[in-house]
T-cell receptor, first 116, second 112 residues
Framework: DTEVTQTPKHLVMGMTNKKSLKCEQH?????MYWYKQKAKKPPELMFV???????INESVPSRFSPECPNSSLLNLHLHALQPEDSALYLC???????????????FGPGTRLLVL | SQQGEEDPQALSIQEGENATMNCSYK?????LQWYRQNSGRGLVHLIL?????REKHSGRLRVTLDTSKKSSSLLITASRAADTASYFC????????????FGAGTRLFVKA
């Protein structure tokens, strides 16, 4: 299985709502990532988990809260978002190579989020 | 912040022609990768080149890396309409964790 799945595909939420994005992979990868992508822009790294521990937080506002409950799952909890948070949210996973050289990331199809 | 800068921003060619995209970056890297994205969908990995490699091939793809100039190029030969997509370079560096920074991307249009 070389697939990263993300649910939901689309999400519309109000600024007072609480919702969660989910990501799952069964490739045995021990690094998982959240990216945010605005239209016609490149993906921007938000969070990196290595061995289920948060290793990078790119100064993301606290209204985004990541969680890695186990090595296959990655969640992104959303609360009190702003309209400018509307974007495509991409999850990715990769093996962790000794020496930290980085490896190929496998991306899910993304969740398209609209905040009203 | 975006480390990789790509040019051209958009490229339109005829089917059968070659397409060349360039990427420049600013800091030391462990490797550089190229990804393709079709119309707002997930990214598909194309090729990874390590910092100690200079050239790599995969099918119709050829990637070069010049670490002295901090630049890379992606060549797609004999392009097809199905190659129409956005292409991103992404640099990997290790700073307490694996950090990936994507370039601005090149939007390629291949006309049939």
């Amino acid at each position: 299985d070389t697939e990263v799945t993300q649910t939901p595909k689309h999400l519309v939420m109000g600024m007072t709502n609480k919702k969660s994005l989910k990501c799952e992979q069964h490739m045995g990868h021990r690094a998982m990532y959240w990216y945010k992508q605005k239209a016609k822009k490149p993906p921007e790294l938000m969070f990196v988990y290595s061995y289920e521990k948060l290793s990078i937080n790119e100064s993301v506002p606290s209204r985004f809260s990541p969680e890695c409950p186990n090595s296959s799952l990655l969640n992104l909890h959303l609360h009190a978002l702003q309209p400018e948070d509307s974007a495509l949210y991409l999850c990715a996973s990769s093996p962790i190579e000794r020496g930290g050289r980085g490896e190929t990331q496998y991306f899910g199809p993304g969740t398209r989020l609209l905040v009203l | 912040s975006q480390q990789g800068e790509e040019d051209p921003q958009a490229l339109s060619i005829q089917e059968g022609e070659n397409a060349t995209m360039n990427c420049s970056y600013k800091t030391s890297i462990n490797n550089l990768q190229w990804y393709r994205q079709n119309s707002g969908r997930g990214l598909v990995h194309l090729i990874l080149i390590r910092s100690n490699e200079r050239e790599k091939h995969s099918g119709r793809l050829r990637v070069t890396l010049d670490t002295s100039k901090k630049s890379s190029s992606l060549l797609i030969t004999a392009s097809r309409a199905a190659d129409t997509a956005s292409y991103f370079c992404a640099t990997d560096s290790y700073t307490g964790g694996f950090k990936t920074i994507f370039g601005a991307g090149t939007r390629l249009f291949v006309k049939a």
